[in-house]
Every structure is written in structure tokens, then in C-alpha cells.
Nanobody
Framework: QVQLVESGGGLVQAGWSLKLSCAAS????????INWYRQAPGKQRELVAT???????SYSHSVKDRFTISRDNTKNTVYLQMNSLKPEDTAVYYC???????????????WGQGTQVTVSS
């Protein structure tokens, strides 16, 4: 059973920074892709940032140039550095990992429990 554990959320003022961590219970290079999602109250879950096992990254328009996804393969941990935070960044942030299973020809999808980020104006 794969576990993803997020940490690093909190309450900050607009313009401040936070760094979220997602620690995996297995080698993160085993995953084809690792994502950060967020969900604000009353809104749908939104894809924020993606990192493939090849190191390619992508971001949503709303966080591009402010957020950075990175990984430390030696610690099996993925990070989300969030700078210049805005009140609209307030949400629960979730780590998600996907792995293509050759044996079953299916995608295994794993989620963490989420960490709350609150940005005050």
C-alpha cells in the first residue's frame, strides 16, 4: 500500500512563501507522474503542478512563475515551493502520484490526505 503524506501547510499573509512536502512510502521514481492539486471551499479540485519521472514540469496558469515543483529522489519526497502567495491560493493542497502498472495495463492513482494553506489579505 502506497502512502503519500503532505506537510508544510499553514496560515500566512499575502506575499509570503510556504514550502509543501509530500513524502512517499515508496521510491518516487517508480511513479510516472507526481502532481499537486488544490481544492478551495465550494470549488472543484484543481491541478496546480506536475512533475514527470523524467523531470519535466508544468504549472497551471494561476500559479505559473510563483510556484515550483521539485523532487528529492534520495528522500522520496516531492516539494511545492509557493512564493508571492495570494488569498486566492487558499485551499487544501493534495499530493497525487500515478504509476502505470504493466502487469494489469492500468493506472494506479494515489492521494495524500491534504494540507491546509490559508493566505490572509
Amino acid at each position: 500500500q502506497v502512502q503519500l503524506v503532505e506537510s508544510g501547510g499553514g496560515l500566512v499573509q499575502a506575499g509570503w512563501s510556504l514550502k509543501l512536502s509530500c513524502a512517499a512510502s515508496r521510491i518516487i521514481l517508480d511513479f510516472n507522474v507526481i502532481n499537486w492539486y488544490r481544492q478551495a471551499p465550494g470549488k472543484q479540485r484543481e491541478l496546480v503542478a506536475t512533475c514527470t519521472n523524467g523531470g519535466d514540469t508544468s504549472y497551471s496558469h494561476s500559479v505559473k512563475d510563483r510556484f515550483t515543483i521539485s523532487r528529492d529522489n534520495t528522500k522520496n519526497t516531492v516539494y511545492l515551493q509557493m512564493n508571492s502567495l495570494k488569498p486566492e491560493d487558499t485551499a487544501v493542497y493534495y499530493c497525487n502520484a500515478g504509476r502505470w502498472e504493466l502487469e494489469t495495463m492500468s493506472l494506479s492513482n494515489y492521494w495524500g490526505q491534504g494540507t491546509q494553506v490559508t493566505v490572509s489579505s
